[in-house]
């Protein structure tokens, strides 16, 4: 029998991309969720309980960490779910795969990599550091093996808890203003949810992944001016473009704490934000990423077929 990968958080846009990623690539799947258990590869468990993340890990020969808390409570939640993660994962003696973000950097200059810095000095991007260093250090231990993919926002099928979500996709369907958060015309990275995923369960299939962290492939950079032209474009129809400004971010989130927790990484949206993904390329050999165009065509797919 093949060996078998979890996906933690396998009801979320990241895991469920993973779930279908490691199926198409033939792999043995247990998707793990806290409530949904509809299918045979399904699996109901807390995994913010030891019980739980043992019971979820057991038997893996790899596990995706693709879930977490709710973003305002990344600071309180974050350390206690990863230590967490990890004995259930130590316990089945799995590789762990972390589906990491760009937080750890804090504002840089120029394209990042994975040898920059982790001087980040918002709540989020200490607490993302932190957690970091906890799968690190037990992979150093030998405790488990660990590696971690970091990705810029992702937009994509299923994809709706992002700033790349409704207020991009549905309002372009519906005719309403499409909104970017930030500048314009700033280049910035965008990853589509498969190409994610992809580049998680590459990490997890090679050994010589372990140990670091890697950027995942995704298309190159674009202004927020360019990316909702293409949704404007496949769409059809006029809908207006207009950017999210740092003053009404501020007026938005006095009602929204998602919204108000925007304001710590501004940074990533008042200038160039930038993924320098070639280690992975390089490492890794060729990889295919999807184009924006084909992209986006395929999210406004999801929710023409997916609309309330």
């Known amino acids: 029998m093949s060996e078998l990968h979890v996906v933690l958080g396998a009801t979320g846009a990241i895991g469920s991309a993973v779930v279908a990623e490691l199926t198409a690539r033939g792999h043995r799947v247990r998707a793990v969720s806290r409530s949904t258990t509809t ?7 807390d995994v913010t309980t030891v ?3 043992t019971a979820a ?3 893996a020969a790899v596990v995706y960490q693709c879930a977490q808390p709710r973003y305002e409570r990344w600071s309180e939640e974050f350390p206690a779910l990863t230590r967490t993660i990890l004995t259930g994962v130590e316990a089945a003696q799995a590789k762990l795969v972390m589906a ?8 840089v ?3 990042m990599t994975e040898d920059l810095p982790h001087t980040a000095t918002g ?13 690190l250090a037990a992979h150093r231990s030998g405790r488990i093996r660990a590696t971690l993919g970091r990705a810029s926002d992702y937009y994509g099928p299923a994809g709706v808890n992002t700033t790349l979500g409704p207020t991009v996709f549905a309002a372009a369907l519906a005719g309403k203003t499409v909104r970017w ?3 314009l015309d700033q280049s910035h990275t965008v990853a589509y949810l498969p190409d994610i995923a992809a580049g998680l369960v590459t990490l997890g299939e090679r050994a010589d992944a372990d140990g670091r962290a890697w950027h995942l492939p995704a298309a190159e950079a674009i202004t927020g001016r360019a990316f909702l032209g293409l949704v404007r474009a496949a769409a059809g129809g006029e809908p207006k473009i207009a950017a999210l400004g740092r003053g009404a971010q501020r007026l938005i989130g006095l009602f929204d704490p998602t919204v108000r927790g925007l304001g710590e990484t501004w940074y ?3 200038r160039p934000f930038v993924s320098d993904d070639s280690s992975f390329r390089k490492t890794f050999g060729p990889v295919e990423v999807t184009p924006h165009t084909e992209g986006v065509a395929a999210t406004l797919d999801w929710y023409r077929q997916n609309a309330n």
């Open 39 to 45: 299918g045979p590869r399904d699996f109901r468990a």
């Open 51 to 53: 019980e739980g993340a």
């Open 57 to 59: 890990c057991d038997g």
């Open 100 to 107: 990491d973000n760009l937080y750890v950097y804090g504002p």
């Open 109 to 111: 200059d120029g394209p």
């Open 123 to 135: 709540p989020k991007g200490r607490v993302r550091a932190e957690v970091d260093e906890l799968i």
């Open 181 to 183: 958060i930030g500048d």
């Open 268 to 270: 990533q949206r008042d």
